[in-house]
Structure formats: structure tokens, C-alpha cells
């Protein structure tokens, strides 16, 4: 069954909406042979690493500028724009422009962020130029902070002198025009020379590689031989592939010759190695690496108050960071040994809906009231739409009647204008103890104007499980 339901006109306000699933998720349904290992007790998948995560701060102090932002109804407002600090799990700390004008975020520190691919994100909402992304990313590579030295892109600009607060308030302006399509300016002359040379400059380029990424992240098949691939996108030059401790004996992480495998680096693809015999069962592979996220990177964020989306950041700036990501696979002799995964499309504005069955034997599951059959060795996907705005409860019923369910919040166009906000939730850019809403909208004489500020959420991305079907179960029923 697929329900819906509305979220407040208050963005940030909106209390009882679960981000849910974000991407690169995975759970293991429950199998004959044991118990469910990786999804809550009520059948909702749960999360699991991969690529780089984090928890979102304030404006960076020095690194942030004025700006005149007019809307579509011809509103105008004055907004700070700059750099915002990312702090990520390892304890590194990287810079993000915003990529959302009129939506709020959690600068609470609380917030917590994963990285995500420009599908799963309003830069790719359908109607939407294709190129708005690359060209994003191309301002990012040619500005600052990756451009360090402010004497040589003044030069380059044509701009006059910048200091970082005016080089980064104009990279935020010029990201804003693609971005938000709204009448920015900067409010230093400089700033906006710069932006203007952004903006005129600014070719597409092709999205930067995941910091460390495995697709699938579950994978199943039967025991006896290879289950896989599962391939590893990473930016590192290599990473580390450990099994899981509790994987049953003779299971082993083999290349397609089947040769061990105990490092991994772009392109390379791991199988699981089970031989005939081994009980039915799962386990997983962790890989880690030691990498810099590549700028361009858009990270998708959960408001840790509400429960429902922060604005999304993009990547600007970057550091060493230790990155994990995991993958699953599942296994039995025979039946069917289904896969299923759901990640946001936001070219579709909608979930994709994948299941993949490696079983002899067709593999059946009901999904918005309708019965899909997928036959040995074949997969589909189902688009489910959903509306903008709207949190969504996908249920998956199986063939012994126990449901499977992704949660999320679909959240893939910009907002055009911003959220009515009580003033009392209207925080100063120097207060980091009420920083609840984004720090992009500010005035000379009033606090931060709430809601002008990014918050693109994915949500229900990546998330994937396996089902084991019990025959006898089935058979009796």
C-alpha cells in the first residue's frame, strides 16, 4: 500500500515527517534459516553507510558576504551568502555552498547529512535545465575556496580585489542563479563581478565520482558459486574490503576469477564467494578508504528537530576524510531469492521501485494494489510517483504476507518563495545555540530572515532488502 501525507506550510515546522531512508541504505529481510538483520522490528528498512556523512554548522565566521535576492513576485530580501561548515564522521571538517534558496536548514549541528548522487536532488527536478548541475560544479572548480588564491581569480574575474567573505558571497550569488533562478546580487561590487564572471563562464561538467560508493549495496543468489558483482565507485586510489566477522565458514570476497580480494579501487567489482552446502544466510563486506569527497558532491540532510529535510549543500571545499560503505548479500539453494531496492528519482518525481530475483523460481510481491511477478533471472522497476512535498509509505507485501516498507519525504524542486515563519524561530548568524534555520537571509537591522536558505532532502534513496521466501510456509498456506 502507498500513502501520503502533507506536510505544514512551515517547512521547518513541519513535525512528524520521518527523512527516512536516504541513499546507499540496505536491510536483509529475514530468511528461513534465521532472523531479520537489518530492518527494524516493525519491517521498515533501516540505513546503512556509504559515501561520506556528517552534521551541518552555521556560516563559516570570515567567509561569508551580503546579498539582494529579488523572488518571482518581485520580494526583495537581503540574504548572507557564503560558506557553510560541514563537519563529517571522522572528525574532518569540509565547506558547502547551499544549492536551495528559499528552503530552511538545521544549522544546529545536529543535522545530520549524507552524501548523495544529483538524481536524488532538485538539480536534476524535472522541467529543469540538464546542465544546471555541471555548471555548478564548474563554478566550484573555478572559484572559491578551491581557487585559493583571491589575487589570481580577481584577475581571472576581472573582478577588483576580493577578500574571502566577497569571493565566497560571489560563488554563493552566481550558485544561486542556476540553482534558484531568482534576480541575486552581491552587494560588494566585486562580489558581483565575480558572480557575473561565474555565471558567463560556467560550462557543464560531468558529475564527480562518489567518495566511496558500492552499487548494488545488496546483492543474492544462490549458494555454490559467485554472488555479485557489486562494484566500488570510489575517488580513492584504493580502499580496504573486509568481510564481516560472523560471515559462515568457506564464505569468502573474490574477483570475477575468483582470485581473494582484500583491496578495492574505482571500477573494481567484488562477488561473495559460498560454497555449496553453506547454510542459507547473508553477510556483508565493509570497504574503507582514506579520500578527499570531490567537490561537486551534493549532500542531502535531516532535520534533527522535525524529522524532515534540511536544505541540501554541494561540496566546495574538501579535505582527507576515512570513508565506509557496506554491501549485503543473501543466498539459498533454491525458491526464489529476490533483491529489492528504492531510490528517489527526482527526474520522475517519484520512488524507483527495483526487484531483481536469482532464485529458480518466480519471486511474487504486491505493491500500491497491484501483484508483480518476476520470473528466474529477470528484474524490474516500478516509478511510483509521488508529489512534491509529500511524505510517502511504500509498502511491499511479500509471499509469506510480511511487508517490507521505505519511508521518505520527496522534496526535488526548489521553492520559489520562502516559508512563513514565527519571528520567535528566527535566529541570529551569530547565535550557534538557536541555529535551527539556514543562515542565508539576513538584513542590516533584523535578525536572520528564517527560511531563505537551502533544504533539498533525498530521502528513500539506496534503501535495499532481500527476502527469503519460506516454502514450506507458502506451500501450507
Known amino acids: 500500500m502507498f500513502n501520503t501525507y502533507r506536510r505544514g506550510a512551515a517547512r521547518l515546522a513541519a513535525a512528524g515527517i520521518t527523512a527516512g531512508l536516504?541513499?546507499?541504505?540496505?536491510?536483509?529481510g529475514a530468511t528461513t534459516a534465521g532472523a531479520d538483520s537489518g530492518s527494524s522490528g516493525?519491517?521498515?528498512?533501516?540505513?546503512?553507510?556509504?559515501?561520506?556523512?556528517?552534521?551541518?554548522?552555521?556560516?563559516?565566521?570570515?567567509?561569508?558576504g551580503s546579498a539582494t535576492v529579488t523572488d518571482k513576485s518581485g520580494k526583495s530580501a537581503a540574504e548572507l551568502a557564503?560558506?557553510?561548515?560541514?563537519?563529517?564522521?571522522?572528525?574532518?571538517?569540509?565547506?558547502?555552498?547551499?544549492?536551495?534558496?528559499?528552503?530552511?536548514?538545521?544549522?544546529?549541528?545536529n543535522a545530520v547529512y549524507n552524501e548523495v548522487p544529483w538524481s536524488a536532488t532538485s538539480l536534476t527536478q524535472a522541467g529543469r535545465d540538464k546542465d544546471v548541475a555541471g555548471k555548478i560544479t564548474w563554478i566550484l572548480q573555478h572559484s572559491f575556496p578551491t581557487v585559493s588564491d583571491l589575487g589570481a581569480l580577481a584577475n581571472t574575474a576581472g573582478s577588483g580585489p576580493l577578500t574571502k567573505e566577497t569571493a565566497a558571497a560571489g560563488t554563493q550569488v552566481a550558485i544561486w542563479r542556476l540553482s534558484d533562478d531568482p534576480k541575486a546580487a552581491a552587494d560588494d561590487p566585486a562580489a558581483e563581478k565575480l558572480a557575473d564572471y561565474l555565471d558567463q563562464s560556467a560550462q557543464a561538467v560531468a558529475e564527480p565520482s562518489p567518495s566511496l560508493e558500492l552499487t548494488p549495496p545488496s546483492v543474492s543468489g544462490k549458494s555454490g558459486g559467485k554472488i555479485g558483482p557489486v562494484t566500488a565507485h570510489t575517488s580513492a586510489t584504493g580502499a580496504q574490503a573486509v568481510l564481516a566477522a560472523d560471515a559462515p565458514s568457506g564464505v569468502k570476497l573474490v574477483d570475477a576469477d575468483g582470485n581473494p580480494v582484500t583491496t578495492v579501487s574505482d571500477g573494481s567489482q567484488l562477488y561473495f564467494d559460498v560454497p555449496a552446502g553453506t547454510k542459507e544466510g547473508s553477510t556483508s563486506v565493509t570497504v574503507s578508504a582514506t579520500t578527499s569527497v570531490p567537490v561537486g558532491r551534493a549532500f542531502a540532510g535531516t532535520n534533527s528537530k522535525t524529522g524532515g529535510p534540511s536544505q541540501t549543500m554541494i561540496l566546495a571545499g574538501t579535505s582527507q576524510s576515512e570513508i565506509t560503505a557496506t554491501a549485503t548479500a543473501t543466498w539459498a539453494d533454491q525458491g526464489p531469492i529476490p533483491a529489492l531496492s528504492a531510490q528517489v528519482n527526482c527526474s520522475k518525481s517519484g520512488v524507483d521501485v527495483s526487484a531483481t530475483n536469482k532464485g529458480d523460481e518466480a519471486f511474487t510481491f504486491t505493491l500500491e494494489g497491484k501483484t508483480y511477478t518476476i520470473a528466474p533471472g529477470a528484474s524490474q522497476t516500478i516509478t511510483v510517483p509521488v508529489a512534491e512535498d509529500q511524505g510517502y509509505k511504500i509498502d511491499i507485501t511479500l509471499p509469506d504476507k510480511s511487508v517490507k516498507t521505505f519511508k521518505g519525504v520527496l522534496d526535488c524542486k526548489a521553492a520559489t518563495a520562502p516559508p512563513t515563519i514565527p519571528a520567535t524561530n528566527q535566529p541570529s548568524p551569530a547565535s550557534s545555540s538557536t541555529?535551527?534555520?539556514?543562515?542565508?537571509?539576513?538584513?542590516?537591522?533584523?535578525?536572520?530572515?528564517?527560511?531563505?536558505?537551502?533544504?533539498?532532502?533525498?530521502?528513500?534513496?539506496?534503501?535495499?532488502?532481500?527476502?527469503?521466501?519460506?516454502?514450506?510456509?507458502?506451500?501450507?498456506?
Not at 516493525?42 to 554548522?57: C, I, P, R, V
Request: some cysteine; aromatic content about 8%.
Open 22 to 28: 536516504l541513499a546507499a541504505g540496505a536491510f536483509a
Open 42 to 64: 516493525d519491517g521498515t528498512a533501516t540505513t546503512t553507510s556509504g559515501g561520506a556523512t556528517g552534521k551541518l554548522g552555521e556560516l563559516v565566521p570570515g567567509m561569508y
Open 82 to 109: 557564503g560558506l557553510f561548515k560541514l563537519d563529517l564522521s571522522d572528525g574532518t571538517s569540509v565547506y558547502t555552498y547551499c544549492i536551495d534558496l528559499y528552503n530552511g536548514a538545521d544549522t544546529s549541528g
Open 435 to 477: 541555529g535551527n534555520l539556514a543562515e542565508t537571509g539576513s538584513s542590516s537591522s533584523t535578525p536572520l530572515i528564517a527560511g531563505i536558505a537551502v533544504a533539498l532532502v533525498v530521502v528513500g534513496g539506496g534503501a535495499v532488502f532481500f527476502f527469503r521466501r519460506n516454502t514450506r510456509k507458502n506451500s501450507a498456506a
